[in-house]
């Protein structure tokens, strides 16, 4: 465990920590950067939901806005999940 979790007191504050990524998506349109943000929580619920990734833009906005993201239990397996979730739908602008 990592120093920094054991300063949560009470669970129900769900402390995290903040990691940044930036992910480039070509498409017809032109190339569009994404910004991915994963959380570690200190104590999640279960193992396999420490880390939760989430992107800053949503896909397929015209028929059904979807947000990408993943959860996993290391921060690699959400990173991934999100960026493959990225890749699903097109991006269609604001």
């Not at 480039?24 to 193992?47: H, L, M, R, W, Y």
């Amino acid at each position: 465990m990592a120093e920094w979790q054991f300063a949560e007191s009470r669970p129900s504050d769900e402390l995290a920590q903040l990691s940044f990524f930036s992910v480039k998506k070509p498409q017809a349109s032109g190339v569009i950067e994404f910004v991915i943000t994963v959380k570690e929580f200190a104590n999640p619920k279960e193992d396999s939901l420490r880390f939760f990734a989430s992107a800053d833009k949503q896909t397929n906005q015209k028929a059904a806005p979807f947000t990408p993201c993943g959860w996993g239990e290391s921060l690699l397996k959400a990173l991934a999940e999100c960026m493959v979730a990225i890749h699903r739908f097109p991006y269609e602008g604001a």
